[in-house]
């Protein structure tokens, strides 16, 4: 997920980094290619190896925003580790396999940027302590029960999963002219849409009246607090064209065939529910 934030937030720090990395194509190229070329393990080290061709040596900038996305990625990872620690909580067998598979996703994530911050010289940020309750450190927020409830840690899931959709969306267009980049973060953002997708799926196998994608601006949870993660995907207008106006298109129709973008404010904002302080 956080990958393509991770440039775009350089490329806010420093409106100058497309123009080094544009001077230096191979490197994106090779690094396009690193999954063919490299063990994953190698794959810090070779981001840390583009920062330094980009800005000549390690920043306190590109440290600061590596560790931004850690504490993102931190917080993903925890949320579902404690799932599968809440004994009871996750039936045996499938739902309890793909909860693992993601927490593994995620925990995948946790470990490359921890190591790409070493690689570009900095020190990993602590692990904040999170209030998966929603209560900024109250223990006591609308989704206190989320370890004893299964469907409400699904709803929970969700949630968390389709800010991750529409967070990438919201930086895509930040680097069209960096194609190779580009390419690989939409690869990311279709692995967070299959986890959106599954999770829902898993709800609806629970009673829940969703679909594997969002209609409208219908989050189907009950509660108003996650209302903010779905504003706006109501929207039917694309490249300046009202999809409802081409045919017999509804607007639940036209709705879903796209997913609308998060700011990054608007992203930290569903994060900052889950601090402790």
Do not use: C
């Amino acid at each position: 997920m956080d990958f393509l934030k991770i440039l775009n937030l350089l490329e806010e720090r420093d409106p100058e980094m497309s123009d080094r990395l544009n001077t230096r194509r191979q490197a994106l190229k090779d690094f396009a290619n690193l999954g063919k070329k490299l063990s994953m393990a190698a794959v810090p080290v070779a981001m840390g190896s583009m920062f330094q061709k980009a800005y000549g040596q390690s920043t306190a900038t590109v440290v600061d925003v590596l560790n931004y996305a850690l504490t993102l990625e931190y917080l993903e990872y925890r949320f579902y580790e404690k799932a599968l620690a809440s004994t009871g909580l996750i039936p045996t067998g499938a739902p309890n396999g793909a909860i693992t598979t993601i927490m593994n996703h995620e925990k995948a994530h946790v470990d490359f940027l921890k190591q790409a911050i070493t690689s570009a010289g900095g020190t990993p940020v602590a692990e904040p302590t999170f209030d998966f309750s929603g209560g900024q450190g109250t223990g006591n927020g609308p989704f206190a029960s989320a370890f004893s409830n299964y469907q409400l840690f699904l709803a929970v899931a969700q949630a968390l999963e389709d800010t991750g959709v529409r967070a990438y969306k919201g930086q895509a267009g930040n680097l069209v002219k960096q194609n190779a980049v580009l390419t690989a973060a939409l690869n990311i953002h279709s692995v967070e849409a299959r986890h959106a997708s599954h999770i829902r799926q898993m709800r609806k196998a629970n009673g829940a009246s969703v679909k594997p994608w969002i209609t409208g601006k219908e989050s189907g949870i009950d509660n108003s607090v996650v209302q903010a993660i779905y504003n706006g995907e109501e929207n039917t207008t694309q490249g300046e064209v009202n999809i409802t106006s081409l045919g017999s298109i509804s607007a639940n129709v036209a709705s879903e065939a796209f997913d609308e973008p998060l700011t990054k404010e608007q992203v930290l904002a569903v994060a900052t529910l889950f601090l402790a302080s």
